[in-house]
């Protein structure tokens, strides 16, 4: 609003990648998405349409917030337990997609008009089957004795293919600007879907999964923060 030009996406980008649903609705136009529901009263669940395993998490959250070890869940009974959890303590509504039990990836993307990813990781669980592990926030905050990274990740070059072209697709979806980070998860065929974008990922050169994918790549520090502002300076003609 006051025309100072910087890096990053627009307002509308930040506020529909923040609702995970809308995100999913958007993006499904040229990508596959898990199928899901979004729940905003304990009163009025319906399952009908979704196979078990389902994932229960906030709509409106970022960084894991309110994805827990619990939010897997077997059972309609266990189902409603966790939805109702999770919009009592959220203060507004749970998004049930069905369970993707294949390997869990995030996808570094940089640029605008022809948009590139940098690298792939592998996020593995060290310590439950792959088929019931969930990324959550206990899982983050002890991730030294919980995963372990793997760039690039251990799957097939043609998989690896897919989720490249899925990662960009979702990045111009989603009208993202300069860098965003791309959650995708295999399904159990093997088969890459987009789960969600942080268009504002974070930078921590120590604990960031942008960071670290990229370092895996031979991308250091100093390098990656300048491939952003050189992608925002083209973006903005100021280069």
Same mark, same amino acid.
């Given at each position: 609003?006051?025309?100072?030009? @910087? ?6 980008? $930040? ?10 609705? $958007? ?35 970022? &960084? ?39 390997? !869990? ?7 605008? !008009? ?20 969930? @990324? ?20 097939? $070059? ?5 989720? !490249? ?42 604990? &960031? ?7 895996? $790549? ?22």
């Amino acid at each position: 609003m006051l025309e100072i030009p @910087y890096v990053g996406s627009d307002p509308l980008t $930040m506020a529909i990648t923040l609702d995970k649903n809308m995100a999913k609705r $958007m993006a499904s136009t040229r990508v596959a998405v898990p199928a899901g529901k979004v729940f905003s009263s304990v009163d009025q669940i319906d399952f009908s349409g979704l196979v078990f395993p389902l994932l229960v998490k906030p709509n409106t959250e970022g &960084s894991s917030k309110g994805i827990r070890n619990f939010s897997r869940v077997d059972t309609i009974e266990k189902a409603r337990e966790v939805i109702a959890w999770t919009i009592n303590e959220y203060h507004g509504p749970a998004l049930v997609e069905e369970f993707l039990p294949g390997a !869990e990836c995030t996808v570094g993307v940089i640029g605008n !008009e022809n948009p590139h990813v940098i690298g792939i990781m592998e996020i593995a669980p060290k310590n439950v089957p792959l088929d019931q592990f969930v @990324y959550s926030l206990e899982t983050k905050r002890d991730w030294k004795n919980q995963v372990e990274y793997h760039i690039p990740p251990r799957l097939p $070059m043609t998989t690896l293919k897919e989720i !490249e072209t899925l990662a960009i697709e979702a990045f111009k979806a989603l009208d993202c600007r300069d860098f965003s980070r791309v959650d995708i998860r295999l399904d159990g065929k093997g088969k890459p879907r987009f789960i969600e974008v942080n268009p504002l990922p974070g930078l921590s050169p120590y604990k &960031s999964d942008i960071v670290i994918l990229a370092r895996g $790549m031979g991308i250091e520090y100093p390098d990656l923060v300048g491939r952003i502002l050189n992608a925002a300076f083209t973006r903005l003609h100021l280069i």
